[in-house]
């Protein structure tokens, strides 16, 4: 059957992929009345259920389990002699089982929701306002909608590289199926991916070379959290390769993994069992055919959206990490809030001033949020920049975890917090009470004279913005 010979189904709203933003808009849409289609290829949740935050989080879980074995008689436990042995066939079931759950959870109350339609298959468009859905069971169907909106999010990118057709590599997603550990794991690209898996099976006990093109890991950070980071990793033993370029791969007689990459000390060889490529991501757009509906992408193929995430064909919507913007799964919810408060509720809501709060979960974690003091500075405000380093940190030295530092931005003249770098145990949390008083706009007196329970991490913020006096340089 050709598409023109397909039948023509019509809808209020067609969604165009079941993520973190997609599935609650198609949800929030059918309740109220309208007519909603959800298209779907692959698995519901998108990528943070699927291959993401779930499944990397629950990785590193067991991954810190091991490294706190590794430690533990520095905490006066002793256990039997011998090495700390990983079952990554129990890692990978335990991965497996908790994303399948999450997965058919999605699913189940998506098919109770009355007026939606979960469409399993890859679409297209055909026109402006039309879609070709191509079944999982091969029939083909046709979608009309005024309203449609685009979450079809990213994959793995493969960096372009001489060779490296010819062995095989592994991205974020096939790295966590692996039933046996590498010997050495050989890791392209220093960005969130590549530090956390890095870590991950440093922990696992496996050797790990980081080949990073940068001259420092973490660009988008200030420069003393982005060394404190490397610092961290390499305490821990992870091989940092900075600005170094990966030339060609070749797999040798033996098996091995031979990278030729060029380094400010020449070019040097790494061998290793396994390579990973952490080397960004790419939109799932290239098979959307959006010149038949005149929607734009950049360069990288991202959709352009405005500030209330419409393309420049009216009625269509981009949400998650198929658009220019930032692409974290909560950005993709709060995508989902606007678009909900827009279409369902007449509102303005708009990306314009949001807040972006992030967690890297290497450990310790790396808690952002706000402007970084480089991008203060670079905005001509007055600031002072408070920070303190973890071993200050009471409750830090009783749990044997000090590495790190806490780190403020402050506004000089009106005591508004501007941005936050927590680098250190549960770092995501406290960079997210932060947030809360930067939401509240509260000044940082507020948390310096606060009564927190002791003791905890959250009243070292106490000590840390007492550390703000008149005298404080602001540069």
Not at 119 to 126: M, S
Not at 223 to 243: C, N, P, S, T, Y
Not at 300 to 317: F, K, P
Not at 429 to 435: G, P, S, V
């Amino acid at each position: 059957m050709t598409s023109t010979e397909a039948s023509l189904a019509v809808y209020d709203a067609v969604i165009i992929g079941a993520g973190q933003g997609g599935g609650p808009l198609a949800t929030a849409l059918a309740r109220a009345g309208r007519k909603t289609a959800l298209i779907e290829r692959e698995h519901v949740g998108g990528t943070c259920i699927n291959t993401g935050c779930t499944p990397t989080k629950t990785m590193i879980a067991s991954a810190r389990v091991a490294y706190l074995v590794r430690r533990a008689a520095g905490y006066g436990v002793h256990l039997p002699a011998g090495e700390v042995q990983v079952a990554m066939e129990v890692v990978r079931q335990r991965k497996r089982a908790i994303v399948e759950s999450f997965r058919q959870g999605s699913e189940r109350r998506l098919k109770e929701v009355e007026g939606l339609d979960l469409l399993r298959g890859e679409a297209r468009f055909v026109a402006p306002k039309e879609l070709e859905v191509r079944l999982t069971d091969g029939a083909l169907r046709r979608l009309r909608a005024e309203i449609i909106v685009i979450d079809v999010g990213a994959r793995p990118a493969r960096p372009k590289l001489a060779g490296l057709e010819t062995v095989a590599a592994l991205d974020s997603t096939s790295i966590m199926e692996l039933d046996s550990l590498p010997s050495h794991l050989l890791i392209i690209g220093g960005g969130y991916v590549g530090l956390e898996f890095g870590q991950m099976f440093r922990r696992f006990g496996c050797r790990v070379t980081l080949v990073h093109r940068g001259k420092r890991l973490l660009a988008h950070e200030d420069d003393d959290v982005a060394e404190a980071v490397a610092q961290i990793l390499r305490e821990d033993g992870i091989d940092l390769l900075m600005e170094s370029i990966p030339q060609q791969i070749e797999q040798l007689p033996d098996g091995q993994l031979r990278l030729s990459v060029t380094t400010p000390q020449g070019e040097r060889q790494v061998s290793a069992s396994h390579l990973l490529l952490a080397a960004g991501r790419l939109p799932n757009t290239d098979t959307l055919n959006l010149e038949a509906c005149g929607v734009r992408t950049d360069e990288r193929g991202r959709i352009l959206v405005n500030e209330h995430l419409e393309t420049d064909v009216a009625g269509i919507y981009a949400i998650g990490d198929a658009r220019v913007g930032p692409a974290f799964t909560h950005i993709s919810y709060d995508d989902f809030r606007i678009l909900q408060t827009n279409l369902l509720e007449g509102g303005q809501a708009s990306t314009r001033d949001r807040l972006v709060p992030y967690t890297i979960f290497i450990d310790p974690q790396l808690g952002r949020v706000g402007l970084t003091e480089a991008e203060a500075r670079a905005g001509g405000r007055r600031i002072r920049v408070a920070r303190m380093p973890m071993n200050a940190v009471a409750r830090a030295l009783e749990v044997d975890e000090t590495r790190g530092f806490m780190k403020a931005i402050v506004d000089a003249d009106s005591g508004q917090i501007l941005g936050a770098a927590i680098l250190g145990i549960e770092g995501g949390e406290i960079m997210a009470m932060l947030e809360i008083a930067m939401l509240g706009k509260l000044p940082y007196t507020v948390l310096r004279d606060a009564i927190f329970a002791h003791p905890t991490l959250a009243e070292a913020l106490n000590n840390l913005f007492s550390s703000l006096t008149d005298e404080t340089e602001t540069r």
